[in-house]
Each structure stands twice: as C-alpha cells, then as structure tokens.
C-alpha cells in the first residue's frame, strides 16, 4: 500500500541501523519519497547515481561529508539539485538522518527559485529557504519515532507547496511524457505538440526541471537502466534495448559518463559476493 510507513531494522555485516520509507499518495506531485536511516554502516562511503530528483536531507545527528561532487562539504541540512553526475558521500560513525526525494514540481514549489542554480550542486538548505531549514530540523529533532519524524515531514511540505507557483502546464506535460517514456519519446514531437520554440521550452525546463529537456530524457533512461539492472536480466545487451539505448556499447558508455562505473560493475556493487553472471 503506497501510504504505509514501511520500517525494518538491518543486523549483519552491511551495519545496524534501522530505517523507514514512506510514499505517501497525498503528497506524490511533489515529495517522491520519505526515508529515515539511524544507526551505523559498514560501508563508509555511498555512490549516490544520477535518478532525476532532488534529495533533500537533514542529518539529526552527526553531519555528513560530501567526498566527490560540487558543493558543500559539510553536510548537516541540505538540497542536492538535479545530477547528471555520481555523488560521493562519506557516513560518520553513527548517523541518524531523513530524506525527502523531491520531484522537480516538489522542490520548484519548496524553492520558488530557478532550479537551474543548484544542479549539479549540494547546497546547505538554509542557504535555499533561511529560517524554514532550521525549522524542519528542530521539528524532526524533537521526534521519537520514524512515523512521527515523517508526520512533521509532511506538514512542513504542505505547509509551503499550498498556494506555491506550479510547473508551467506545457512544461509539467512534457516532464510527465518524458518520464512514461523512461526517457524515449523524441523531444521534437514534445516541441511541436506543447506548441513552443526550441528555446523557449528549454528556458522552462532549466528553470522549473533543473536541466533542459535533452539530459532530462537522459537521466531518466539511465534511471530506467538502473532499475532494470537491479532486477538481475538475462543480459545486459536486453537491459539496453529494454532501457532504450542503440545497444549494449551505448549504455555502457552512458553508465561511465553519467554514474562513473560500468554496467557490470553496477551489478558487481549491487549484489557483492554473488556468483551470479550476466551474460553479454
């Protein structure tokens, strides 16, 4: 059910931590998903790929650090813009945080402001929204549940997209057709069915989607590729075709470009250990 709070407690050797994840369908124009994370983990460092949201995130204990990507470095409350590159981020010992993924219209109507200033950027949150940042920390601060950190989550949501500017329609229809596509339709019949310029329509999504139409399309592909890989295919040249790419080559060299690793090795840090191959 998409409105459950979904809650599990991890003890192995990846670390031990508990965590949650909320989707809740009130709020899915804007706020992609919820997540909580509390506890520690094995694994140092987190390669964090490019997906076409926007990741907001408020570290309630120690702060994290930004190790690869343009921004902050010191991470305590902040907003990732939209990547067309991998982010790096290093864990402290111990770590207590919430995120919010952000859909473009979300952190449009959050901001108020051109999207495109901080793509490809981490930026501290204060910076973005002044005394709200602060605001929502100590809200969640305060929590002693995932249910109830989520809660406060959301009313700080509702509290500024009500009445917020919303994504031009010509732009907020060729967002949506661009993301039922997985990032296949041709951005030419977009142009000519929205019935804007060339330009036109790339000034609206660099200021409302955070890139123009083109690399939006190709994040969003290679957020289909990942999500195909991580089912474990046949092969990897199934995955591509699947995924939209000319073949196998082409999405290998997406991979390197927009996440900084192959397909293979995608798989590889997926499923460490496993004797599982794909072909191709």
Not at 20 to 46: D, I, K, M, N
Request: glycine share 8%; net charge neutral; hydrophobic share 40%.
């Amino acid at each position: 059910m998409p409105d459950e709070i979904l809650t599990w407690r991890e003890d192995s050797d990846l670390g031990h931590w508990s965590a949650g994840l909320w989707q809740p369908s009130q709020l899915a124009p804007w706020v992609e998903r919820f997540w909580y994370s509390e506890g520690t983990t094995g694994a140092a460092r987190e390669r964090i790929l490019p997906n076409g949201l926007l990741e907001l995130a408020v570290c309630l204990g120690e702060p994290h650090r930004l190790v690869l990507g343009r921004g902050s470095e010191t991470l305590r409350a902040c907003l990732t813009g939209l990547q067309t590159s991998a982010v790096v981020i290093e864990h402290p010992t111990w770590h207590r945080v919430l995120g919010l993924r952000l859909r473009p219209a979300g952190a449009y109507a959050l901001l108020s402001r051109p999207l495109h200033e901080i793509s490809g950027y981490t930026v501290e949150l204060p910076d973005l929204l002044g005394s709200a940042a602060a605001d929502l920390a100590e809200r969640c601060h305060a929590t002693r549940t995932i249910a109830d950190c989520f809660a406060q989550a959301a009313r700080w949501v509702c509290e500024r997209v009500v009445g917020a500017r919303a994504l031009d329609p010509e732009v907020a229809w060729c967002a949506a057709r661009i993301e039922e596509s997985g990032g296949r339709v041709a951005i030419a019949s977009l142009r000519e069915r929205s019935g804007l310029s060339k330009t036109r329509l790339a000034a609206l999504f660099r200021d409302q989607i955070g890139v123009v139409p083109k690399v939006y399309a190709r994040i969003v592909r290679f957020r289909r590729a990942l999500a195909l890989l991580d089912a474990a295919p046949a092969s990897l040249a199934d995955a591509a075709l699947d995924a939209g790419y000319y073949d196998q080559s082409h999405m290998t060299t997406e991979f390197r470009e927009l996440g900084g690793l192959t397909p293979r090795e995608f798989v590889a840090q997926r499923y460490p250990g496993s004797t599982t191959t794909i072909d191709g």
